[in-house]
């Protein structure tokens, strides 16, 4: 069963590295260009969703030093959240406090990029990379408005500069992964990429799938993380 959803996603995810490749030739056939690139982090300090079975498909492959990063960040998470007093408060602390992903490699490139989430894929930028990790509340209105003309509206999800196409192309996908395992287990799991990856490599969850969501929200109360910012069950 394991095995057979997490294939799932990778033929999904590999499918989906092909349609963004010939997105992006397709973009610079026409002069546009996207700026993502190998060492280029700035959007590595937002906060990252996934479905459960994701997570598994990283928590399978790293490193006893990568864990131990992820532990380190889930803790600094559960810190911050008491702090957060609605969605935005907590997107916006999180940004500012929780620090990088803790996969992003010393050089600044992605320590599990072969098995990373629909959503760091989906993640193209048409501008540059200081607008990735730009806090928009701080910024003067001159500014905004400099960046908000200069989009170009044909391509992104606006008011930002991402990719709509791949944004919306990786949300399906996601929902996609996430009605495999209600079909199988009559409930999904959604929420925080290093929480998830953190409670399958030190708390082998998947093998609590089985029993249920009651036993998922037992485990995640027991570690301090039933919390709608971190991680949403769906029954
Ligand atoms: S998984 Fe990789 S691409 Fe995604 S936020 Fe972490 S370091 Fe960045």
Redesign the pocket.
């Known amino acids: 069963m394991r095995r057979e959803v997490c294939d799932e996603v990778r033929i999904l995810q590999e499918r989906f590295d092909g349609v963004i490749r010939r997105w992006i030739d397709g973009y610079a056939e026409g002069g546009g260009r996207v700026h993502c690139g190998r060492g280029c ?1 700035a ?2 300090s ?1 906060t ?1 969703n996934c479905t459960f079975t994701e997570a598994v498909r990283v928590a399978d492959v790293i490193s006893d030093l990568q864990a131990a990063a992820v532990a380190g960040h889930v803790a600094r998470l559960r810190q911050l959240l008491p702090r957060a007093r609605d969605l935005t408060g907590w997107l916006r602390l999180h940004r500012r406090e929780a620090g ?5 490699d010393h050089d600044g490139a ?4 072969a098995v ?2 629909f959503s ?1 894929r989906a993640l193209l930028a048409t501008r540059e990379s200081r607008w990735c990790g730009a806090d928009f509340s701080e910024l003067s209105s001159e500014e905004k408005r400099g960046f908000v003309e200069s989009l170009d509206r044909s391509v992104v999800a606006f008011p930002m500069h991402y990719v709509a196409a791949t944004r919306d192309l990786g949300e399906e996908l996601e929902q996609r992964a996430a009605l495999t395992l209600m079909a199988r287990f009559s409930f999904s799991l959604y929420g925080s ?1 290093p929480i998830l990856v953190h409670l399958e490599r030190e708390h082998r969850l998947s093998d609590l799938l089985p029993r249920g969501a009651d036993a998922v929200r037992h485990l995640l109360e027991r570690e301090g993380l039933f919390h709608p910012f971190l991680a949403a069950i769906h029954d």
């Not at 990088?100 to 992003?104: E, H, I, K, N, R």
């Not at 992605?110 to 990029?113: A, E, F, K, S």
């Open positions: 982090s959007c590595c937002l990252v990088y992903c803790p996969f992003l992605c320590g599990v990029y990373r989430p760091c990429f």
